[in-house]
């Protein structure tokens, strides 16, 4: 056999063999690296900005943990993953359940923090003018909110197309990438209530 | 016996007549990398010339002592408008141009991995440019107060806090450069999830061509760098309407704090600016020198390393403002390691060219200027990251002769270059050969006379942003020196522009590889088919023509990579 000959068959196994990442988890692992980097520019000015403020009211007197608008959050983390267990195994019905379960937690969780804001605003008199406090408090729950918001407007489209009858076991690809940014939202509240909750009182 | 088959019978682009309207809509609606990378780099050429004739402004004004061609606002609008739309409205799109026209063919893709938002970073790129642009009109604001922002290109806080920047001046500059920062990131994303996702069969990290991994490490610092300043800037404007205390020093906030999240985004930026130019040199040289990039793992190592290390070296640019003892030593000490790479790097292309069979056509002229203006530029750079040293000629001429040593000696020559080499494959015509020499010694001659006095001017204690200076310092012969070599330049860029357009019309046509190449863009017709290759390539070594054209010497019998 020719060395040539060798060399082809090589060609050829390799062409068939040839696998590459999937695009779209490329993307969806940069995306939540640079977004990653924009909540450590908040977090950071959190922390270097800790008892800085000039005058009150300061975390220790105000701040409550909101213990169970956490577990909620965290725990849609898991829901999601059961959903996401039941598409792979084509049971739609049990994909709806946990789905809306996903987005009610979420949902009582921006409720929360909706409830939290306006507590701390028409009873504690602290906005994002107030002091150093407010300001880095208002703009990094309020970064995280926000991406709760984009989490939630996206699980909602996806639960509003399965009611109507979109086949939705056909983009499990993007259900997925779907989750893994609700995880990120997850984790990055982990980060945020260390910060704002113990380290910061 | 061949055992890579390309489409030899390349596939050749039917004329096409369409009218005016059609081929707006195609141009408007496309999703066509090649197509939008050519809108990229037309865009950022047109501001080129809007910046470029602003520059020619400031050095007009700067020519004689006591001159009042342009007042004191005026000017400060001036250099601010020129250093952010060169960086962000001409280096940004040109690395994201160069990236989307080339790597796609260069890994044998039929286009990037999400092209429509790749369509979408152009855009929203283009919105950024016109909104920092629209100040001139709405700067005023309802007040009627201020115009163009004038807080100069890194936007010191609390300068540009509302009680300082009235009007509207700082947000367009706030929200022009946020809005053209996302569509960099976005097509950074599309340049990753395209080299890791979409090479072609055998095209493995290891052969990928450095221009390739170039713009895949530029695209990395893309998208670690930029939310930096994005993040200062939401803060920016979170106290410029919301009343926030980010930078508000009255009430505790901080003014350095800007400057690191600025030079945090700032020092990376030099790089992801630079980089383009690298990327081409590293193409260009070997195919004009007719030899293989000298040690070209070596090459990718110090790339990536360039893009670990430059993210920890952005205090440089603070010397001046107090910190501590540790972190001056700290930031001197990684900014003179970051010089290791880089001089690998001018030591490879060297190297590249001792002992080959080179032709000096315009490509490889420019890139000559490059290794010699670029290696003067890092040694001033060597000289700066010395912090005493910088305590002396801080905001001096002497950092602006700096950064435009890099700049325009460094990433204008690469792109100059890229430009020569590529123009046959995106149009078909080979750019007049004759009419680039001239714009090369002109450009070349009048940049050194311009820059070159900077230097001294900066020694002799000239600030940087000052609209003019009183006779008797020793400062008029070189900024008059200084100004005369911008009337070269210009000259330099009209014989650019008017080879573009005349070898666009009426160049000599070119064949579909004219340079003898060795990456895949050349394999395929010029200017590509839509589709880039009708059969995708099988690659073997990283030279696949080469292997293709010397079916008794290939690449890959000596390298099993």
């Known amino acids: 056999m020719s060395e040539a000959h060798i060399v082809a068959q090589n060609a050829l196994t390799m062409e068939r063999e040839w696998k590459l990442p999937d695009r779209g988890t490329v993307g969806i692992v940069f995306l939540i690296i640079t977004e990653s980097v924009l909540f450590s520019m908040f977090v950071i000015a959190y922390l270097i900005y800790t008892g800085k403020s000039l005058t009150g009211p300061y975390p220790k007197d105000v701040l409550e943990l909101p213990i169970l608008a956490s577990i909620c959050l965290l725990s849609s983390s898991g829901t999601i993953v059961f959903a996401e267990h039941a598409l792979k195994h084509n049971q739609i019905g049990k994909f709806k359940l946990w789905w809306v379960a996903t987005i009610l937690l979420g949902l009582y969780f921006l409720w929360a923090t909706g409830a939290e804001w306006h507590k701390l605003i028409y009873q504690d008199h602290l906005t994002i003018s107030t002091n150093l406090f407010g300001t ?8 995280h909110a926000s991406h709760v918001i984009v989490g939630l407007t996206f699980l909602s489209i996806v639960f509003i197309v399965t009611l109507l009858g979109f086949p939705i076991q056909t983009q499990l690809r993007r259900v997925l990438f779907l989750s893994w940014y609700w995880h990120f939202v997850d984790a990055v509240w982990v980060v945020v209530f260390t910060v704002v909750y113990i380290i910061g009182r | 016996m061949a055992t890579i088959d390309y489409p030899l019978q390349r596939p050749q682009a039917g004329p096409a007549e369409f009218s005016f309207s059609e081929s707006l809509y195609k141009w408007v609606a496309t999703v066509d990398h090649k197509r939008l990378g ?17 520059a020619t402004v400031m050095r007009l004004q700067l020519m004689v002592p006591n001159n009042h061609l342009v007042g004191p606002d005026t000017f400060n609008r001036l250099f601010t408008m020129h250093g952010t739309s060169m960086v962000f409205l001409v280096g940004m799109p040109m690395v994201a141009g160069f990236s989307n026209y080339l790597v796609p063919l260069m890994i044998g893709a039929r286009d990037m991995a999400f092209p429509r938002l790749n369509a979408f970073g152009f855009w929203i790129f283009l919105l950024g440019g016109l909104l920092l642009y629209y100040s001139y009109l709405g700067g005023g604001g309802l007040s009627g107060v201020g115009s163009a922002p004038d807080v100069g290109w890194f936007a010191y806080a609390p300068l540009t806090e509302s009680g300082f ?11 022009g450069v946020l809005v053209s920062g996302l569509g960099s990131v976005a097509s950074a994303i599309n340049v990753i999830a395209t080299t890791f996702s979409m090479r072609c069969p055998g095209m493995t990290l290891r ?14 610092l893309i998208v670690v760098a930029l939310p930096p300043l994005s993040a200062a800037q939401i803060m920016l404007e979170l106290d410029r309407y919301l009343g926030a205390n980010f930078f508000n020093t009255q009430n505790g906030g901080s003014a350095v704090l800007w400057q690191h999240y600025f030079w945090i ?34 090459m990718v190592a110090a790339v990536i390393a360039i893009g670990f290390i430059s993210l920890g070296v952005w205090a440089h640019h603070m010397f001046a403002v107090g910190m501590t003892s540790w972190s001056n030593t700290f930031f001197a000490a990684s900014s003179m390691l970051v010089g290791i790479p880089t001089g690998i790097k001018i030591f490879n292309w060297t190297a590249t060219m001792y002992g080959g069979k080179l032709r000096f056509a315009t490509p490889l002229l420019f890139c000559c200027g490059f ?3 670029f290696l003067v530029a890092g040694l001033t750079g060597i000289m700066l990251a010395v912090a005493p040293f910088d305590w002396q000629l801080h905001d001096s001429y002497f950092v602006v002769a700096h950064f435009h040593f890099t700049l325009i000696g460094g990433l204008l020559f690469g792109l100059f270059a890229g430009m020569y080499y590529w123009f046959p494959k995106a149009s078909g015509k080979l750019l007049s050969d004759k009419l680039g020499k001239w714009h090369f010694w002109l450009f070349c001659i009048g940049f050194n006379m311009t820059f070159i006095p900077l230097h001294f001017l900066g020694m002799l204690g000239m600030p940087r942003r000052i609209y003019t200076y009183a006779p008797g310092r020793g400062w008029e012969l070189w900024n008059f020196i200084g100004t ?41 017709s010029s200017p590509p088919p839509e589709y880039n290759f009708e059969k995708l390539p099988v690659v073997r070594s990283s030279r696949p023509l080469w292997d293709l054209k010397h079916p008794q010497d290939p690449d890959w019998k000596w390298d099993s990579a």
Request: net charge negative; glycine share 8%.
């Open chain 1, 136 to 143: 880095t408090f208002y703009s990094l729950v309020g970064l």
């Open chain 2, 38 to 54: 050519l809108m990229y780099i037309t865009s950022a050429l047109f501001f080129f010339l809007v910046a470029g004739i602003m």
């Open chain 2, 165 to 175: 920047s009235r009007g509207h001046a700082s947000d367009y500059w706030a929200l």
């Open chain 2, 207 to 220: 052969r990928m061509p450095v221009f390739v991994w170039v713009m895949l490490i530029d695209s990395w």
């Open chain 2, 265 to 298: 985004f700032g020092h990376p930026e030099v790089y992801i600016l630079i980089f383009p130019a690298f990327a081409i040199l590293s193409e260009v040289i070997p195919i004009f020198s007719r030899k293989p990039l000298f040690g070209r793992s070596a």
């Open chain 2, 371 to 373: 290794l010699l203006q």
């Open chain 2, 484 to 524: 005369l070599g911008v009337l070269f330049q210009a000259a330099g860029i009209l014989f650019f522009l008017y080879n573009l357009l005349y070898s666009a019309l009426r160049g000599q046509p070119a064949t579909d590889d004219p340079w003898d190449g060795w990456t895949l863009e050349w394999a395929t």
